[in-house]
C-alpha cells in the first residue's frame, strides 16, 4: 500500500487536505465451490462442494479532498472523497474434483466485480453558548457497478441472460444534527 497526502492554510482559519492512496493485493486465498448434477440440482446429494485456491490480484485506489473553515464560533468541512477497485481476475475456473456419472466437468464462480464508490459530505459545529455546541452531518453518495455477468455454464456464453451486467447503482444519504450541553 502507497500513498500520501498534503495540506495547506490559504488564508487565515481555512485548510484544503489532499489525499490518495493505492493498495495492490496479489496472492492466492481460500474459497469455497459447488457443482450440482445435471439432472438434479434441487437433490442436496448431488452436489460436490470443495475448499479452492482463491487467486487475488485487485488494486483499490482512495482520494479524498476537503476544504475547511474554522474559527472560535464556526467550524466546517466540505469534502469528496472516492474508491476505486479493480479486480484483474473475473472468475476461478476449476476441473471437477470429484467425477462421478451426470457432474459437470468444470465449476466456475465470478470473483469480487470492479466496482466504485463516491461521496460528498459536509460537517459542521457551532458554538451557541460556552457550555452549548450545534453539529451536523450531511452525506450523499453512489456506488457503482457494472462488470459483465459470467453465464450459466463454462464454454456457454450470455446471450441468454437477460441482462449483461448488473449496471447497479446504490445510493447512500445520510443526515446527523447533534447538540450538547453542559
Known sequence: QL???????PAKNWLISLSASREK??????????????SDQAVVGNTVTGLLPEPI???TDKFDIK???????VQWELGYNMSLFDDNQDSLT????????DMPDVGRLALP????????????AYQVADTTRLTTLVSAGVMLQDDDFQPYRVGA???AL??????????VYSARLGMTAR
Open 3 to 9: 500513498g500520501g497526502g498534503i495540506s495547506f492554510v
Open 157 to 159: 456464453s450470455t446471450a
Open 94 to 101: 476449476w476441473d471437477n474434483f470429484q467425477p462421478g456419472p
Open 162 to 171: 437477460p441482462e449483461n451486467s448488473l449496471d447497479g447503482k446504490v445510493y
Open 57 to 59: 490480484d485487485y488494486t
Open 113 to 124: 466485480p470492479d466496482n466504485q464508490f463516491h461521496q460528498a459530505s459536509l460537517t459542521a
Open 67 to 73: 476544504l475547511g473553515f474554522a474559527d472560535k464560533k
Open 25 to 38: 493485493k496479489e496472492g492466492t486465498g481460500v474459497i469455497g465451490g459447488a457443482l450440482a448434477s445435471n
